[in-house]
């Protein structure tokens, strides 16, 4: 029903930036949700931001509010995380998610998403 692919990763130096993307293709529901998590070797799955399709809304995690930006673009079916200020902590593997039935949440529980991309490796030394 829906396919997700992300893009964009590599390796970077603390402080620069990098925009990951994620191609959205299939049925466009005007309910569903975007949504990005990363995971690090050794540590659980975490939210880093969420947005509704249909209306823009945004949501994102306390640790990169002010660093991150996230945008759609719809008519391309293409959503971009703008990641600037990069820590060493934001290395991990990045994967982006649709919940078709997500306009009103919750954003940040991955068990709500129903489709999830490969993953882009993002890699920030100090």
């Known amino acids: 029903q829906v396919q997700l692919e992300e893009s964009g990763g590599g390796l970077v130096q603390a402080g620069g930036s990098l925009r990951l993307s994620c191609a959205v293709s299939g049925r466009t529901l005007t309910t569903y949700a975007i949504g990005w998590f990363r995971q690090a070797p050794g540590k659980e799955r975490e939210f880093v931001a969420a947005t509704t399709w249909a209306a823009g809304r945004r949501y994102y995690a306390d640790s990169v509010k002010g660093r991150f930006t996230l945008s759609r673009d719809m008519t391309n079916n293409m959503v971009y995380l703008q990641m600037n200020t990069l820590k060493p902590e934001d290395t991990a593997v990045y994967y982006c998610?649709?919940?078709?039935?997500?306009?009103?949440?919750?954003?940040?529980?991955?068990?709500?998403?129903?489709?999830w991309g490969q993953g882009t490796q993002v890699t920030v030394s100090s």
């Open positions: 998610a649709a919940d078709p039935g997500g306009a009103a949440g919750p954003w940040t529980v991955s068990s709500r998403y129903n489709y």
